[in-house]
Nanobody, 119 residues
Framework: QVQLVESGGGTVQLGGSLRLSCAASGNIFSINTMTWNRQAPGKERELVAA???????NYTDSVKGRFTISRDNAKNAVYLQMNSLKPEDTAVYYCNALVTTFGGTRNYWGQGTQVTVSS
């Protein structure tokens, strides 16, 4: 079985920074795309940033220039550096990974970590 464990959430003031981490463990053969997603109260979950195994990344427009996604393939980990945080970034942040095990390939989700930005 595969588990994704997130850490690094918390409460910061407007303009502050946080760094989220997500590590995958289990009987992993390989990991393709790793993403960070978020869900604010009363809203649908949205994709924030994606990091592809080959090294490319992309971001939703609202976080471009403020957030940076990175991954460490040797550690099966993905990170999200969030700078210049705004109240509208407040949400539960979830990591997701497309993982191949000997049983096949599927998406796995972490349990989520709360990020709160106060004004």
């Amino acid at each position: 079985q595969v588990q994704l464990v997130e850490s690094g959430g918390g409460t910061v003031q407007l303009g502050g920074s946080l760094r989220l981490s997500c590590a995958a463990s289990g009987n992993i053969f390989s990991i393709n795309t790793m993403t960070w997603n978020r869900q604010a109260p009363g809203k649908e979950r949205e994709l924030v940033a994606a990091a592809f195994r080959g090294g490319s990344t992309n971001y939703t427009d609202s976080v471009k220039g403020r957030f940076t996604i990175s991954r460490d393939n040797a550690k099966n980990a993905v990170y999200l550096q969030m700078n210049s945080l705004k109240p509208e970034d407040t949400a539960v942040y979830y990591c997701n990974a497309l993982v191949t095990t000997f049983g096949g390939t599927r998406n796995y989700w972490g349990q989520g970590t709360q990020v709160t930005v106060s004004s």
